[in-house]
Each structure stands twice: as C-alpha cells, then as structure tokens.
C-alpha cells in the first residue's frame, strides 16, 4: 500500500507523524526481522494505529501498558512469526517499567495524579514516555518507558514535593494494581450536541458550558474540541477538566418529554 496514499487521508498534521513511524517501524520490522515498539499512546491514536495495521492486514503486534485495564498503551510492532505470548512475557519488561513512589505520612491523601505528572514534566519528561499513573493513598506507580526509568529514580527526589518520599523501580510484572469499579449515570439532554452533554455532566447552564469550550477545557477522544455544535457518538470519551473523563456507553433512547436518556461511564 502506498504510503503517500495513507498519510493524504489524514487531515490532521499530528496524525500524519504517527502514521508515518507506524510504516517506518513496519519496513523496519520486515527487513531486520527484530520488533520496534512506539512510544505511549492515547486511545485516540490507539484507533488511528489499529485502523492502519488493519488496512496493512499486519497481524505481529500487541498493545502493552502494564496491566489489564491500562488506558496509555505503546504498541509493539514484531516479526509476524514470533508469538504474541512471548512478545507479552519477554518483551514487556524490557520495554516498560514502574516507578514506585511511597510518600511521607504527612502527605498520605494530599497528592493526585497531576501532582505525579506535574513532577515529571518538571524533570523534562515528555508526556509519550510515561503511561498510567496509578495513584495511591501512599503514594503511586507510575508506568514509563524503561530507557527513562534510571533518570527519573535519580532525580525525582531533587524536586520539592517528593524529598522525603522514597522512591525506586520495579519490574512491570511486579506491579500491583486494583480494580476500579466503574461507575455509571444517566443523563437526560435534549440532543447530542456537545454544550448540551458538558453543561449536563459539568452540572451548568449551556452558557457555562460554552466557557469551558472558549477556555479549552473540553476534549472530545482525547483532543481539544471548541465546537459546541459538535454531535457526539456512542463510543465517545469527553474530558472536561476539573470535572473528569466520561464514556457515552449508550444511547437509551427517548423520555416522554422527548428527551434523550444516555448512559455514561464516568
């Protein structure tokens, strides 16, 4: 398949970038017969990925972030003879790593997930080198590219907010994690506009809800989204910052006063 042929049906320029080492890693694979692996990726690039592996009909690949449920996940492209179960047992903890960090007493509860992410970024780390933060009470895990776990174990103390925390890496297959119960609403909107579905889960009025769109804190699958008028599918994620990601997991149908009822995984 021409590769030309791919990149031209994305519009977007970032998108197209993905796309593009998608293929590079595919040549590669092919022709020195060993895996390549991406860096984390997003559920909205996942689909991008999946969609172009499957118009390729390239079977030699696992998506891998470090536990069952995990949202960021790299993609790891190998030679299609090799088996999947090896890649998963072998490759992953080459490839990925855990740092553990386990807070002082007096900061037990007080830390979320930005604080954690806040952190890095402080230490210069882009945001495709670290997957899920799984945030406890005590501290978190946090699952990064292995080629930048020794830097941030050195360093991540240096940073106010974790001196007196005690940190170190562990292997991916050490990695405890608990299941979460998902929790589910419904809402009742009189369309599936996207300001009628903010101002539902953000608890306001539409005029509100168009201020969160003005003051891009609103994000449709993972990316900004400023049109309020924006028809909104089963399947999709939106994000409202402050507020937190939501699912629309299905459309229940009408209410009597010919409203819409939908169901959201929040």
Known sequence: MNKQIE?????????????????D???????????????FLDLRQQEIVKGILAK????????????????RKIVVIYPENIDEKYIEEKILNQVLAVINITLP??????????NYLGGLMKLGIKREKVG???????GADIIV??????YINSNITGLTRFQKSKVCIKKINELIYVKKEKEYIKINIPSMR??????????????????????????????EEI????????????????????????????????????????
């Open 7 to 23: 990149l031209s049906k994305e519009q977007n320029s970032e998108d197209k970038i993905l796309i593009a080492k998608i293929l």
């Open 25 to 39: 890693k595919i040549k590669f694979v092919e022709s020195k017969n060993r895996f390549e692996e991406t860096d």
């Open 56 to 71: 390729r009909k390239y079977e030699g690949y696992s998506f891998l972030g470090g536990y069952e449920d995990s949202e």
């Open 105 to 114: 007493n007096e900061l037990k509860n007080k830390y979320e997930h930005r």
């Open 132 to 138: 899920d933060i799984l945030v406890r009470e005590d």
């Open 145 to 150: 590219k292995n080629e930048i776990a020794n």
């Open 194 to 223: 996207l300001d009628c579905i903010v101002g539902e889960l953000a608890k306001c009025s539409r005029n509100e809800a168009n201020k969160y769109l003005i003051e891009e804190r609103v994000f449709v699958n993972f990316k």
């Open 227 to 266: 049109i309020a008028s924006k028809t909104i599918k089963e399947g999709d994620y939106i994000t409202i910052r402050g507020k937190g990601r939501f699912k629309i997991n299905k459309i229940l149908g009408q209410t009597k006063k010919g409203r819409l009822s939908v169901e959201i995984e929040k």
